[in-house]
């Protein structure tokens, strides 16, 4: 028993420096960065809607707001991107709100993980649902895997979404239902 606590705790102590190694830095500080706003379609075409500049604090946080933004009677998804010049920095995919409506979003290191993943899948399927998202959301939780294990998940977002279509379809439903 002696010799198991000590086993026990440096695999926590190897766990945490590894998970804490892994997160990601904070936006640059203080500086003034680009957010532009996508409309996205559900075959994965992006058409540039808004651009706006806004600084992040002392903190890397940043605050931003779009005067219109696309309703889902236009387009069924935003694409969010925090942009330093043409190297994006962080990213969000989230539905369109309904006509007149508005839509709250945060851009964070999971939801650009999660964006990463859901475009690499609508390159593979043609096509982007709320399925895909639920799929993306559902397998993307945390910010400490790498970009490139992000995109590779995109073929597990499809085959997850085209599984649960298999399910609707056996109760009648279409995936458009």
Known sequence: MSRIIPLIV?????CFS???YALP???PLSKDLTVRLSALSAQGELQTVAEVVARTDALGKIAFDFPTVPSSATTPFLHIRIMDGENVLRQAIVPSPQPGGTVDAGVSEVTDLQARALLKATALSG???PVHMLVAHTLLRTPTISTTDAEAIGSAIVAGADALFAVLATD???SDQ
């Open 10 to 14: 440096g695999a926590v102590l190897f």
């Open 18 to 20: 590894a998970v804490s």
């Open 25 to 27: 830095d904070h936006l």
């Open 127 to 129: 096509r982007l649902t």
């Open 172 to 174: 009648g439903l279409s």
